[in-house]
């Protein structure tokens, strides 16, 4: 609640500022947004990136009515219609599955395009054998975060046409259930 709150009255701040100094808001381009990751997935902010992504902010600063007050020249050379986005996602995980579905959520939540970026993405390049060998082949996650992990592997292999051994996706599919009705 208290990130989805800070994330609201950010996105209100940055309205305003476009609405208020829109002659250098003009070199505002991106948002480059990051979080602690773990207890608070991207999806925390999808409302907050969608709203931002939506204003196309000169159209925004002129239905607004308001004087357009240029600082200097070098604020107005480049047209703004919308953000870029980098999202910093994937560096704080509690296992290897739960840093690739946060990059992927933020992904799918954030609506991210080509050419806009994920920050770091430890995730992504982590040695598995090496990483759990460091952890003594244990982790700790709650239950929840568990039963979202194996969801969404079993959803993604399908999704992507990663085979499964009909054991192992079995075992997955109990092993959701369980979670589920605890």
Known sequence: YISRENA????????????????????????DACSHEIGCRPEVFATEFRCLRKLNMHSFV????????????????????????????GEDFLGLCDG?????????????????????????????AKYYELKRWTIHIRKQDLLDNYVWVLYKTIEWGIELSPEFRENLRTRAKMLLLE
């Open 8 to 31: 609201r009255k950010m996105t209100f701040a940055l309205k305003n500022f476009y609405r208020f100094y829109s002659g250098c808001s003009r070199r505002v381009f991106g948002i």
């Open 62 to 89: 002129n239905s607004m009515k308001m004087p357009v007050y240029e600082f200097n020249n070098s604020c107005t050379n480049k047209k703004n219609s919308g953000f870029s986005v980098t999202y910093h996602v």
């Open 100 to 128: 690739l579905r946060a990059i992927d959520e933020a992904i799918s939540f954030l609506g991210l395009k080509r050419g806009e970026r994920v920050g770091h993405a430890l995730a992504l390049g982590t040695d598995a």
